[in-house]
């Protein structure tokens, strides 16, 4: 069974940092393309980063490129993201998504970790 | 910059009813169009992809349509647990970026 397991959410003041971690289980994890997006309470999906499965492509959202890093450890089965200098409108449940290699979409989803950006 | 317009924003149905749910992309996306489903405090789930591909495990009521610039999901007759938020997306390649639609919600009448 597929499974992706988000941590490190958290409440984190304005212009803070996190670091958030996602294990995966149950699939090749080294072949999947991995992505982190993002959900706004109350809001739709955003997209926020993407890195292919050897970590050689690296894709940002505007909104956040400068100040998050996505990184990867394919021994450890594990995706990350590193988010500096965070604003209030981080603020979102944090979601790590799988994709196979050389696709768009996203075919399995982890449960999702909240990032609460306030003072 | 590729933008998905959804429509209907919300859409008010009785189990057993055919629900259509329709995308637009600014401009074309040849069939590289997914739908999801989430449902309150859930991951979104993967439904469609390849515009008319059901993923793994959807149920045949399930299917979608179009290509280019106008997209549509069906579901045949709406089962209880179907009434969920639906959100499409695609990708364009330059610049690199991942796009979803403002979401439908699918709501009980």
């Known amino acids: 069974e597929v499974q992706l397991v988000e941590s490190g959410g958290g409440l984190v003041q304005p212009g803070g940092s996190l670091r958030l971690s996602c294990a995966a289980s149950?699939?090749?994890?080294?072949?999947?393309?991995m992505n982190w997006v993002r959900q706004a309470p109350g809001k739709g999906l955003e997209w926020v980063s993407y890195?292919?499965?050897?970590?050689?492509?690296?894709y940002y959202a505007d909104s956040v490129k400068g100040r998050f890093t996505i990184s990867r450890d394919n021994a450890k089965n594990s995706l990350y993201l590193q988010m500096n200098s965070l604003r209030a409108e981080d603020t979102a449940v944090y979601y790590c998504?799988?994709?196979?290699?050389?696709?768009?979409?996203?075919?399995?989803w982890g449960q999702g970790t909240l990032v609460t950006v306030s003072s | 910059e590729i933008v998905l317009t959804q429509s209907p924003a919300t859409l008010s149905l009785s189990p057993g009813e055919r629900a259509t749910l329709s995308c637009r992309a600014s401009?074309?996306?040849?069939?590289?169009l997914a739908w999801y489903q989430q449902k309150p405090g859930q991951a979104p789930r993967l439904l469609i992809y390849?515009?008319?591909n059901r993923a793994t495990g959807i149920p045949a009521r399930f299917s979608g349509s179009g290509s280019g610039t106008d997209f549509t999901l069906t579901i045949s007759s709406l089962e209880p647990e179907d009434f969920a938020v639906y959100y499409c997306q695609q990708r364009s390649n330059w610049p690199p970026k991942y796009t979803f639609g403002q979401g439908t919600k699918l709501e009980i009448k």
């Open positions: 890195i292919s499965s050897s970590s050689s492509t690296i």
């Open positions: 998504a799988s994709g196979v290699a050389g696709t768009y979409y996203f075919d399995y």
């Open positions: 149950g699939f090749t994890f080294s072949s999947y393309s």
């Open positions: 390849d515009a008319s």
């Open positions: 401009q074309s996306v040849s069939s590289y």
